[in-house]
C-alpha cells in the first residue's frame, strides 16, 4: 500500500517528508505535496517527518478523505517531482489546524 499526503498539506507544505524519501516519489503542486504511488515502496520514512499528519497509508486513509488516492495519482503525473527540502509558505502555520481545505487546493 503506498502512502497518500492529505487534506493537511494544503496551504502548509511543509517539505521535511521530501528529504527522507529513498525514491523521490514526492512531487510539488503551487500548495501541496502529493505521492505518486506507483514510485512509493511503503518505507514509513515520510509519516512521521509530515509536522501536520497528512501523510498516511492508503488502507489508513479515512473516508472523508478517500478523493485524495486519486489525486495523489492524478497530480503526481502532472507535478514536477521535489527531494529536496523548501521553507514553507510564511502562512502555513496558520493554515496547519484548519479543515475542509480542499477548496483551496490549487492545480
Not at 504511488?37 to 472523508?64: G, M, R
Not at 485524495?68 to 492524478?74: D, K, Q
Request: glycine content about 0%; aromatic content about 6%; charged content about 35%.
Amino acid at each position: 500500500m503506498p502512502f497518500i499526503v492529505t487534506e493537511s498539506c494544503i496551504k502548509c507544505k511543509y517539505t521535511d517528508c521530501v528529504e527522507v524519501c529513498p525514491v523521490d516519489c514526492f512531487h510539488e503542486g503551487p500548495n501541496m505535496l502529493v505521492i505518486d504511488p506507483d514510485e512509493c515502496i511503503d518505507c514509513t520514512l515520510c509519516e512521521p517527518e509530515c509536522p501536520v499528519e497528512a501523510i498516511v497509508s492508503e488502507d489508513e486513509v479515512t473516508e472523508s478523505q478517500q478523493e485524495f488516492i486519486s489525486l495523489n495519482a492524478e497530480l503526481a503525473k502532472l507535478w514536477p517531482v521535489i527531494n529536496e527540502r523548501k521553507e514553507p509558505p510564511e502562512d502555513a502555520d496558520e493554515w496547519k489546524d484548519i479543515n475542509d481545505k480542499l477548496n483551496h487546493l490549487e492545480r
